[in-house]
């Protein structure tokens, strides 16, 4: 069902924690579809310092939020804003399809803190000027899956 | 050799090695086709008829009630369409309950695109359906109940014979799944009263693609599957002789074992969900407790979601399964969770353990103990864990 | 050991032993419900997968236009209920033939008491409808033609590609009932144009209570048994995996050995042909003469019934059927034969014999012999055959 | 599906054959139905000293034809008009259901043979003083067998 790389970073998530007095917090998703993701960015002169994740929901809502702070740990902003949700499904050697959209969300989630740091600093990311904070993910479960 | 424990056969079985022995001759020496007048043809014919008096025998039947299907769910469909159209000309009202196994719930929606009505019964906080809100749905249009014997999910057991007397009195057929009683409870079907009742083989140890249903002598119903006359002429298709007799050998081992059987598990479901209660906080047990199938084991663990949960047992060797809608491929959470009034977000937690004959104490012992950490390590990964601690 | 020839291959074969073997694991070790996460689970669904490309594989289909059913029967019922429920805003009217399968004549005659209307059309002497008439009685109202591609009794093998083709023009759905085609004949549905075709395992030396169902990408059609999620939500009910694994088996070796295997059958049953036409008189051979499954013999003996033929010949180790009133357990010898023309007097004196891969040369010039002398003292005690000598 | 006896007697039948200027023969059935069954009989002082059968019919018609024969063989004609077709039965040690119709063939066989032996001596046989000699018999097949 899944790749060994889900499975490993679900088994061993990268990155799981809070940030104390984090620099930009984002939280998406809900509980009643079953999942959320709350990432933590710490950011110095415009770098991606530290990242941290908690995230509730299934093995690859889990797998792709540890893959996606990976991702941009380290990163510049301009570099983290681009991160597509196909490059973490890529990242991760795929995902079946009716899990497509925890990649969506770990993007969106990722996009969600940076947008709380520029808000809080007062500042515009390129690519991020006309992004409107969601906390809902709703194209997910296509319900063709076969089992 | 990976330690593997599997506690899903509520799911599905492994065949037991009788099971196995007694369907092996039939595979490719006695294989004929049982409606053949030739040697080959009467040993399949003679092999189909002591299955047969064995399923019977299991629940108190006449063998010419008994009529075997590919599976527990074809014996739904049939029971249902098969009832609703050969009575369509005295109503077309059917009644059945929010929690049935889809094979009932999606037979039912299709019927009401096709000029049925359909009452689904609300159900309590265990899963039980409520007798006076049965009687009132009833109206003369109403052919046929259907509602399940035990829930496959949350192992609730209902009052069947208190439903059969009320059908009976109303004049209503009544028709109830046992796919998950059969081996689990003692049934008789002239003592409880009903119409109609199916069971599935690989739930009892038996093979997989074979399942049966009682039809009480005189009750009108229309076959599923027309065609050449087997089942006199009720069920068409090539008597599968290999599964039908490994079902009737699984359903005589059942019933000759079922004491000693419903005893061990019953044993280890009870350590189980005490090892979860007493050792896990933020738990909730899912379904009755005591009118309750011997071997179901259904909880909820708050703040963390099923699927992950079955992954991380799935990573230590432990076969369950879940209702949360990540693992039912739906947008939503067990339908079953969701009418016994759980909120969407208990229920994606939900994780199914079902115990069967080779479970073993320390098989739960060394689930208890998994759980413990992996449902720690889960919570301690939760946005949704940190805001109660 | 008494000898024991068995020529009734069509009825259903014994299964091979490469088979059996693929199927063990399957039983009692890889055991999990496909539809599980579990690694119980993911063990089952990997079978299932393998299993579906193979048949795809045999028949040039894709592995998503293959669906699962628990025999041919099924499948007939679930093409034909199927299309015409699904498409009955679109018209009502079906056309098939008089010597379909019951599984597809018993579902049409249901469909007629039930707002359908069906026409059956004829065949000529040997069996083969005629597509003029197939032209003629396509109607604005027609969504479905289904018509058999062998034919079981007298093996009679019908134009599908020519059909095909006429249903395409008139955007008609078309279903073929390849049952006794698979491993006799080459298949390729994209060649063909066929819209649905089905199979079964047990004619194909797999298991019983295992079929397929070919339904092209895009066709409309109603599942037959609603429930759980698998197949694609297109045939509901945990899957018989033992039974699909060792019907993917059984159609792989039926490709890989499809040549060795009409060579081998159809000498015997040439060999057998012409001992039977050279050794007794007042004999016919049903079907037609070239146009024929490979391994299909069919005999009308005058004077004799044929009951007491089967019995005769099962006294002496032979294994073969028979359309008369008495074996079919109707009041009328076999719709297929009427069809054709026959008398009822001669009709009742039918014997089929059926070869197969086990089948030798020895057996056919023992089963030679044994009629001769079978005929001729059946023919001694009959009050018909004096009146011509 | 048959008793033994009935196989016995299907494989190995008695009387089979003619009797060349018999002294009464009966037939009945039909071949549309699949069943003849003609009997003849030589009687001897109100003996049946001979009797032959030929039929054209399944397992059981053969047996139960054969069974008859046996059953009225060395009989008075006021025995053998009593033959019935329960008897032939139980003679074979049963039948299977849908074949019961066989043994009334049977029956209606050795009195359609009594019948003919009477018209031709012109006298009036006990018990069939109201024969009407009947070809057909049509009550077979019940349909409802399982196979
Ligand atoms: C042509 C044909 N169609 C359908 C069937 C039914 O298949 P099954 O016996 O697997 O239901 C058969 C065999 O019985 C057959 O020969
Ligand atoms: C209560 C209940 N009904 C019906 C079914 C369907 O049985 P089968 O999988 O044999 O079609 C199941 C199991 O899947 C079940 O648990």
Known sequence: ?147 | MKKRIYLDYSATTPMKKEVLDEMMPYFNEKFGNASSIHSFGREAKEALDIARDRIAKAIGAASSEIFFTGGGSEADNWAIKGIAFANKNKGSHIITSKIEHHAVLHVCEYLEKNGFEVTYLDVDEYGMIDLEQLKEAITDKTILISIMFVNNEIGTIQPIKEIAEIAKEKGVYFHTDAVQALGNIPIDVKELGVDLMNFSSHKIYGPKGVGAIYIKKGVKIHPLIHGGAQERKRRAGTENIPGIVGFGKAAELAIENLDAHIAHIQKLRDKLIEGIKNNIDYVRLNGHPTKRHPGNVNFCFEFIEGESLLLSLDMVGIAGSSGSACTSGSLDPSHVLMAIGLTHEIAHGSLRLTIGDFTTEEDIDYVIENLITIVDRLRQMSPLYEKVK
């Open chain 1, 1 to 147: 069902m899944y790749s060994e790389k889900v499975m490993d970073h679900f088994m061993n998530p990268r990155n799981v924690g809070e940030i104390e007095k984090a620099d930009g917090v984002g939280e998406v998703g809900n509980a009643k579809c079953g999942d959320i993701m709350k990432i933590y960015l710490k950011v110095d002169d415009g770098i991606i310092t530290d990242v941290k994740f908690k995230t509730f929901g299934c093995g690859s809502a889990i797998a792709t939020s540890s893959m996606a702070t990976e991702l941009i740990k380290g990163k510049s902003i301009e570099e983290a804003v681009k991160l597509t949700n196909n490059a973490v499904v890529e990242a991760l050697d795929g995902l079946p399809k009716p899990k497509v959209h925890c990649s969506v969300l770990a993007e969106q989630a990722v996009k969600a803190a940076l947008y709380d740091y520029a808000q809080k600093n007062n500042i515009v990311i390129p690519g991020l000027e006309d992004y409107v904070p969601a906390k809902d993910v709703h194209d997910h479960h296509d319900g063709d899956g076969e089992e």
